[in-house]
């Protein structure tokens, strides 16, 4: 679960450098669901550590409040869109609504509207006082610093006013913010219920919070503003919770649009906050399974590629010994060569001369059992048909059939014609070619 932790110095401001542990903070802890789990009025740093510790928490989000007269609150008419030349342009957009020189003023981009940009500008020196007061604590990450009292509801028209003490918090329609003494808060109403030359007198609403006890103090003062000029319409609305509290909530339910101080030079660095930091020890446990399979499967690739050259020079020294003035085959296509030479011996037969048909003829003769029963009465050599013709007897058939299966079972072609059977045996013409 998400939780998210607002905190808002007290005064008096300690020296985050000199004195940090002296700071008190108000403080709240939202879960993702927007409800207060935790809370204190005027605790030290150390208390909402160890808070957060004793309950497990741990990175948690930390949104810092400082209070909003600190920063001014300008409108930048921009009328570029890329981010890169927008922020080119923004000193020289807010220049004139600074009082002091711009280069001594942290400038922070918000959320673009009607008007233009809103933007936040705060002293340098200031920014980096609230930018260490909320840095390196435990157990929570910083991830936003916000003028107090931009975190206010806006309101739909007139103005959203909250009483903080001695102080007055409040935001107009336009999103513009606001952090003054209770005391000076009249002669501001004044001047809102005096309307320009050219505006249409129109009531001004005012929705003004704060405790029940805080508002029965200073009825005096609402009274007189009600009563200040007929444009005002004040409308009282008591928090059953602080102050704290009701900023935090309008900000959770994003009924604001505050201008987060932490850009630029102050911008957030999320060093601890990669998602895959849980994940490191198995990531270096699988790179080094990879390293060592990579490394294994090179080397046994390494060394069936030396037994491939192994094999292909003992096909060549074979291939060598076999066909000596052969100069052009190589490991490369000795199977082709092969392959085709065998090819053309199985499409040429064998070598059908007279000899050749005779020395197979005989060789089969003189394996036949009982040779002696088969008789060769003439023979024939035809050399332009390459046929040995040889009229034979024997004393069966079967005999026969045996010679000429035999010779067929070498690749040469042989056949039993004009087979006359009689009484003592059979006689035929066999007739040998090449296969």
């Not at 500008?121 to 260490?132: E, F, G, L």
């Amino acid at each position: 679960m998400s939780y998210r932790l607002y905190v808002r110095p007290l005064p008096p401001f300690a020296d985050p450098e000199q004195n940090p542990e002296a700071q008190l903070y108000c403080w709240v802890l939202l879960d993702a669901g927007g409800d207060a789990q935790a809370h204190g009025s005027a605790d030290p740093r150390e208390t909402i550590e160890q808070t957060l510790a004793q309950n497990a928490l741990d990175k948690v989000l930390l949104t810092g409040l400082v209070p909003g007269d600190e920063a001014t609150f300008c409108v930048a008419d921009i009328p570029a869109k890329q981010s890169r030349f927008i922020q080119q342009a923004l000193p020289y957009a807010v220049e004139e609504q600074i009082a002091q020189d711009i280069e001594t003023v942290h400038l922070a981009l918000g959320p673009h509207t009607s008007e233009g940009y809103l933007v936040a500008a705060i002293d340098n020196a200031v920014m980096q006082k609230w930018h260490s007061l909320f840095s390196g604590w435990n157990q929570v990450r910083l991830e936003a610093i916000y003028p107090d009292a931009s975190l206010l509801p806006a309101p739909e028209s007139g103005w959203m006013m909250c009483l903080d003490g001695d102080f007055v918090m409040m935001q107009s329609q336009r999103g513009e913010w606001l952090r003054m003494q209770v005391d000076n808060l009249p002669l501001f109403v004044m001047t809102m219920a005096t309307p320009s030359s050219e505006e249409v007198v129109a009531e001004v609403p005012i929705q003004l919070y704060g405790l029940k006890a805080e508002l029965d103090h200073q009825q005096t003062l609402i009274d007189q503003l009600s009563a200040a000029s007929g444009r005002m319409s004040v409308h009282q609305k008591p928090l059953e919770f602080s102050v704290l509290e009701f900023l935090a909530w309008a900000h959770h339910q994003h009924l604001c649009q505050p201008v987060n101080l932490c850009q630029g030079q102050f911008s957030v660095k999320i060093s601890g906050s990669n998602p895959f930091k849980p994940w490191k020890p198995l990531i270096a446990v699988a790179s080094l399974w990879f390293v060592i399979q990579l490394g294994l499967d090179i080397g046994m690739g390494m060394y069936h590629k030396q037994q491939a050259e192994d094999l292909r020079a003992e096909a060549m020294a074979i291939y060598r010994q076999a066909f000596p003035s052969d100069r052009r085959t190589h490991a490369g296509n000795v199977r082709r060569v092969i392959e085709g030479q065998l090819r053309v011996a199985g499409s040429q037969g064998l070598d059908a001369d007279f000899i050749t048909l005779m020395k197979f003829t005989g060789d089969q003769y003189s394996r036949l059992p009982g040779s002696g029963a088969v008789t060769f009465n003439s023979i024939n050599y035809s050399r332009n048909r390459g046929e040995l013709v040889v009229d034979i007897r024997a004393d069966s058939y079967d005999r026969l059939s045996r010679l000429r299966n035999g010779l067929a079972n070498e690749g040469l072609q042989a056949q039993i014609g004009s087979v006359v059977n009689e009484s003592n045996g059979a006689r035929g013409r066999l007739t040998v070619s090449g296969g």
